[in-house]
């Protein structure tokens, strides 16, 4: 059996590497790493922060999928809503700001300083990277 468009042609938009011709970098890796790490944060914030069961299963959930939600329409590479650069900038400072600070609130400094540098560090150089493209 034959196929039109082989599996990893650029025709399908996926490529080798799964991103449409370009590869996945290290950059990729800590950046995905890091927007896990800031989704579950928010989770765990909402744990402990909040008194159990409610509202604490309420934030528990609804903090992690609320930033799920605004970082997918507006700030991922394929976002159904098209932004403007500063637009992006405010997005992601807003997500990986509010994880940074339920970092603080839940007594671990270091935590949320590391991850600050972390974040700004991989947005400053992929928002270079999607300027150049």
Known sequence: MTHDVPPSSPADGRGPGGLGGRRITALDVVRFASEVFAFVSLGVWGYY??????PGVLFMIGAPLFAVVV???FRS???PIATDSVGKAL???AVMGAV???WFML????????FAVV?????????RREARA
């Not at 974040?119 to 928002?127: E, K, N």
Request: net charge neutral; charged share 5%; glycine share 14%.
């Open 71 to 73: 970082w997918g329409l």
């Open 49 to 54: 922060a909040w008194p159990f069961p409610w």
């Open 77 to 79: 590479p394929r976002a």
């Open 100 to 102: 940074v600070v339920a």
């Open 107 to 114: 007594g671990h400094p270091v935590v949320g300083g590391v």
């Open 91 to 93: 997005v992601e400072i």
């Open 119 to 127: 974040a700004l560090v991989t947005g400053v150089l992929v928002s």
